[in-house]
């Protein structure tokens, strides 16, 4: 009965974790979110190659911040998580609904626009908190993102 308790309560803190992650990407608050994640953390959203570790995850956020803020509206919604010890998995889907564009050099505030992804993550407790040890993500609707290796523009970082 108590590791039952013990891995509904890791599941709530999680899910809280997650949350937390979304939340700060959306803000752009992107200290706060690598503040989320393991020292060791690998970082894989497909476009952007594969991060090992804070130092290069913050270098992939820094270039991501460069290209402006999309205006967007976040909603994290599905968790499944499997917690077993101080290693826990856990995928989610993510609606990104996008409010404004930019054509020819000026934002353009349309409605509708969207994308539906999927995370896959791996979480580890260290000391007496949750942290993200692996971060992946990819859009599956409406236009699937392509996996490494077959878009030109998906190299690996090495």
Do not use: K
Not at 59 to 65: A, S, T
Not at 85 to 110: I, Q
Not at 125 to 153: C, F, K, M, Y
Request: aromatic content about 6%; charged content about 30%.
């Amino acid at each position: 009965m108590i590791a039952r308790l013990q891995r509904l309560e890791d599941r709530e803190l999680i899910q809280a974790l997650h949350g937390a992650y979304v939340r700060h990407l959306a803000d752009r608050q992107w200290d706060d979110m690598l503040a989320l994640f393991s020292d060791d953390v690998v970082v894989d959203l497909g476009h952007d190659g594969i991060r090992r570790g804070r130092a290069e995850a913050a270098e992939m956020f820094d270039v991501i911040d460069s290209r402006g803020n999309p205006h967007a509206g976040y909603v994290l919604s599905s968790p499944v998580i499997d917690v077993t010890g101080d290693t826990a998995t856990g995928v989610w889907t993510l609606h990104r609904l996008t409010c404004e564009v930019t054509e020819m050099g000026r934002p353009l505030r349309v409605y509708g626009p969207w994308t539906e992804a999927r995370y896959a993550c791996e979480y580890r407790r260290i000391g007496e908190q949750w942290r993200i040890s692996n971060l992946r993500a990819r859009v599956v609707l409406p236009d699937p993102q392509q996996e490494h290796g077959t878009d030109d523009s998906a190299e690996e970082q090495q």
